[in-house]
């Protein structure tokens, strides 16, 4: 649809000026201060370089003997009742298994006789 009632420009003539173009070339007033380099004055060292200090040598042994002991703590507790295995074997079946698991259940669902009473 289109407007109806809209007066049409009688007089042919552009009411706008007419257009001037930029032709010199501008340069860039506004430049950036340069930024003075980053440079490292200290070289930094690996975990477990021979140059750290005693201290963090013992920090991190003694972490790593606690986390040896939970680990340790947490196999010889599991295992111990009935339900603790059957959750240790639900956790160890993989995708694959518990899926054909479910696929066998759900055929013999269909394939038991229906009874009416």
Do not use: F
């Not at 690996?46 to 947490?74: D, F, H, I, Q």
Request: proline content about 3%; charged content about 35%.
């Amino acid at each position: 649809m289109g407007l109806c009632a809209s007066k049409e420009d009688r007089s042919g003539a552009s009411k706008v000026g007419p257009v001037t173009r930029r032709t010199e070339n501008t340069q860039d007033t506004h430049k950036h201060p340069e930024v003075p380099s980053k440079t490292k004055t200290n070289a930094g060292k690996t975990v477990g370089s021979p140059g750290e200090s005693e201290k963090e040598a013992s920090a991190r042994r003694a972490a790593g003997l606690a986390a040896a002991e939970r680990l340790e703590k947490l196999q010889n507790h599991s295992g111990k009742g009935e339900l603790s295995k059957k959750l240790a074997e639900e956790r160890s079946k993989t995708l694959k298994t518990h899926l054909k698991e479910t696929a066998e259940s759900r055929q013999l669902e269909k394939n038991q006789a229906l009874v009416y009473d």
